[in-house]
């Protein structure tokens, strides 16, 4: 989905930075510094999310099955705003304090922004046999080609509505990744416990909602 070889891999290493991290994160949350062991399946749904945007990447991301993933994704935004509505009680009952909203929910929008980045993908069309002469199966001088122009065979079919969904949540993105790497540089002084732990988490959460944002403006 990104025209530029240099840009995918890239974006390539940077999702399987973060998929690294994510796993290793899910594998050993509650070592010394590293928070809670509750906290194991958010780092297993965010190692998830960047494994999918790896497909995505790539021109053969659109043959993964988007159905599954915006379920999945969906259910997953469901599931950081679930703990939001249990409130006092699921703190009573699992003796841990609940995350507040700013941490639930623009985790919540990063899954429901996976979720609708897999939705509309299915609007792209791929042509077989692509040529560069402007003829039949070329990508030359045909309706929504918009942001993938120079990517032979990929035509991108989003309507208006879509196209301002999608713009909004570039900016959104954009916004949240700046505002998590400005936790991740605070992190030394807020959180002197584990200020590795907490900066690398907050650092991981900005890029990841960076290269969402570089993502969607490219399907756009």
Do not use: K
Not at 134 to 148: I, L, N, Q, V, Y
């Amino acid at each position: 989905m990104i025209a530029s070889h240099g840009l995918r891999w890239i974006l390539t290493v940077l999702f399987g930075i973060l998929t690294a991290f994510g796993a290793a994160r899910a594998r050993r949350p509650g070592s010394p510094g590293c928070g809670r062991a509750a906290d194991r399946p958010t780092h297993l749904l965010h190692a998830c999310m960047a494994l999918a945007m790896t497909a995505m990447v790539w021109p053969w991301g659109t043959h993964v099955p988007a159905e599954p993933q915006a379920v999945f994704f969906g259910l997953a935004a469901v599931w950081f705003l679930v703990p939001l509505a249990l409130g006092p009680a699921r703190s009573r009952h699992t003796g841990a304090p609940p995350h507040p909203p700013a941490h639930a929910v623009p985790h919540a929008v990063m899954m429901a922004g996976m979720a609708w980045m897999a939705a509309v993908m299915p609007t792209m069309d791929m042509p077989s046999h692509p040529t560069a002469s402007g003829g039949p199966g070329s990508t030359h001088a045909m309706p929504g080609m918009t942001g993938m122009q120079g990517m032979p065979g990929m035509v991108m079919h989003l309507d208006g509505a879509a196209r301002q969904i999608s713009a909004a949540l570039v900016v959104l993105f954009a916004v949240m990744g700046l505002w998590w790497l400005a936790r991740s540089l605070d992190a030394t002084r807020t959180h002197a416990d584990a200020p590795i732990a907490a900066s690398a988490d907050a650092a991981c959460h900005g890029a990841m909602a960076l290269g969402m944002a570089l993502m969607l403006l490219a399907m756009m």
